[in-house]
Structures are given as C-alpha cells and as structure tokens.
C-alpha cells in the first residue's frame, strides 16, 4: 500500500489485480476532485451518478460539479433511500433511465452512496449495454470497508437477499473518509460490525485496536486496512468458490435475520448479531479452539451493536435454506477459531439447527451446573 501527498489532500492507494485490476483510493476531501479521478481512467461523455435521496441531497451536486469541471456531462439518477430498493423494480428503472437517455457503453455509471447504491449499480452497470465501465464512490462505512470492493452486485429477490447478481469489478473505488462525518451514529455502528468481522478473521491487531481505542479515532487506516484483507481474498478467490467465502463470517446468520425481519434489522446490526451467535456456537459445539465470544461481544457492544437475535431459530435456518451459500445437502459455515484465525466448516442442512441452538443448550447446561459466565 502506498501513501501519496498532493497538494490538497493525503491519500492512500491500494491495487486491485483480478479480472479487471483497479485502485482503491482512500483519503480526504476526494469528492471534489472525483472528475480529475475519473479521467485518469476513462474519457466518458456522460456520467450517471447513482445515488438515495439523502446521499444526493449531501454529496451529488459536488461530484456533479466536479465531472461537469472536465468537461463530463452529469447525469443524475436518485432513488429513495433503503434496503427496499435494491430490487428487480428499480434495477429495471434505472436501466431505463439510462437508455432513455441514450448512454453509451463508452459512458460511465457512478455508484455514490452506500451498499445498496453499489450492489444496485453495480449490477445495472454490468448488464446495460452488456456492460457499462462503473465506479464507487462509497459514503457509508460499510460501502468503505466492504461492499465497494471485490465486485460482487446484486438486487434482493421476494425469495431472499442477493439472489440476482452478477460479479462485476469497478473501474475505480473512491473513497473520501470525509463524507463519513455526516454519518447518522447507527450507520457508523453498521459499518463498525464490518471492521470488527475482519479483526476477527484474519488480523487480531487489529481486533486488539478496536477493543482498545476509539476507531473513528484511526479511521483511515481502518478502513485501508479492511479492504487490504478484502483485497487479497478477492484476488486469490473472486468468483467465491473457496477462500473468500471467509468473509461471509457472520453473514449466513445475517441474511435470514434481515429476511426474517422483513428487511427491518439493518444489514450490519444483523452482521453484528450473526458475529456473536456463530462465536459463541462454534464454541458450544467444539469447533473452536477458544473461547472469543466474550471479546467479540464486548467490542459488538462497545460500538453500539446488538448480540442477540430472539427470532426462533428454526424459522431462521429455513431462511438460510433459501440462502445462495447452499450447496447440495451441505453449507459451509465459517468458524471463528480464535481471533484473527477462522476456517471453514462443512455440515448437513439438518444440522443448522443444532448448530445454532449449541450455545442456547451450552447456558442451559452451565446455569444447571451454576456455570453462568
Ligand atoms: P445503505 O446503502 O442503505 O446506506 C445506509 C443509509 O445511510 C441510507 O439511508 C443512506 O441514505 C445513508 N447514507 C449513506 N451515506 C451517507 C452519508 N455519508 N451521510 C449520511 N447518510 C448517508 O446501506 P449500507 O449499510 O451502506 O449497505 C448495506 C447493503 O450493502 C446491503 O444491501 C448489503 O447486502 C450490501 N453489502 C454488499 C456487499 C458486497 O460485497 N457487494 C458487502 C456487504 C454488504
Ligand atoms: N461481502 C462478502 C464478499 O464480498 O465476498
């Protein structure tokens, strides 16, 4: 990873190399300079920028001036903001936008916003025209640390949460740290169960930071830190048939809890509840070789997330049932080990439930024995 000084602002430059290699740039007061990134990379007439309602309101007419500053025309597509629209409806709204317009496959789509902006433009981007050069602009922390980065887009189906997609990389990921500052405190938090999954994954370091000090305090380096270990599982598995399903920690619990809410619980509230649940299981049912529930709940709870879920947890693993990580019979569940150590872990669809009601049967027992932690 590089740091570069210009004149107005400090960034950091992170290289991408899978089926289309890309920078991920990340530093200060990049927006307003977005058009000069851009030309770095392409030559487009127009620019489709993509964003909600709120994220257009704060942050579209500054990349609008900026693309229009080299001579890009600025178009502006925005939709209401929410886990609602990221589906089938609006991706087919937003292609027709597009080609009312007449936009060209030498244009560029421009995802400014969180990760419903990115997964939804992402996907648009990828099958207008047969495929449209797009970049990401991410302005919520967990659009940062994860969804910018590795390419995977989706729209959510009645079914379930991400079951259309594709794997599309950006052209370019741009960053600017400071549009994180008009963040509302509980989207702050959601990007936070992000950062704490990937100190649990591979970087106790970073996990010990986290528990220690104020993360807003060394956000930057977070956040380059987070998509540095995104970065090399993308790039070692980018179409997700081994290793970078790793990053799926906490999520196959995640993603029936978003469903089973009706898409009430945000995803990164139900990554932090999946997070605590998957720990304190794996260490209930004898898959890991320590106890890291504690520790993980505690940081969960010191940044404002939930631990538990009450939803039966059944109904839950009919959920993840539906949920695309199934193969066959069997489902791979990633097991946290200990911090910064996590593997995976193959079992049989009829064994979900036993998995996750280990640690429920584990308190039982131990309150039984007056055990209680
Ligand atoms: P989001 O895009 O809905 O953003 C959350 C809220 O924050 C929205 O209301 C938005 O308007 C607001 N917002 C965004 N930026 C803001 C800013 N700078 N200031 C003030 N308000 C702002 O949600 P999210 O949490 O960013 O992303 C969640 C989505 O990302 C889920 O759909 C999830 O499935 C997806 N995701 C995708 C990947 C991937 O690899 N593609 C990875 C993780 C999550
Ligand atoms: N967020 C999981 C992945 O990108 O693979």
Redesign the pocket.
Known sequence: MDTYLSHEASFRRILVQASRSYEIIVGRDLLKDCGHWIRQIASPCVAVIVA????DG??GDRVAASVEKEGIRALRYRFP???E??NPDRLFELLEFMAERSVTRTDLIIAL???????LT?FAASVYLRGTPFIQI??????AV?????????V?LKAG??LA?TFNQPHLVLCDTD??????EQ?FA??MA?VIKYGVLSDPALFRLLEQEDARDHLDSIICRCVSIKKDLVMEDEFDTGLRQL?NLG?TLA?AI?KYSGFCI???QAVAMGLAAVARCAWASGLAKEDCSGRIEAVLGKYGLPVRCDYPVDRLCQAILKDKKRSGGTINLVIPQRIGDTCLHRIEVERLVEFYSSDVRKEEKDSKKGLTK
Not at 52 to 55: A, E, I
Not at 146 to 154: E, F, L
């Open positions: 909600d309602d709120t994220v704060l942050y903001h929410g886990e629209s990221k916003g969180g990760g419903v902006t990115g997964d992402g991410p302005t919520t922390l967990l659009a994860d969804s910018s980065v590795g390419g995977k887009t989706a959510n949460k991400n997609g549009t994180l500052k008009t963040l509302p989207e959601c990007g992000e990053l999520h993603h978003e945000s995803h990164g």
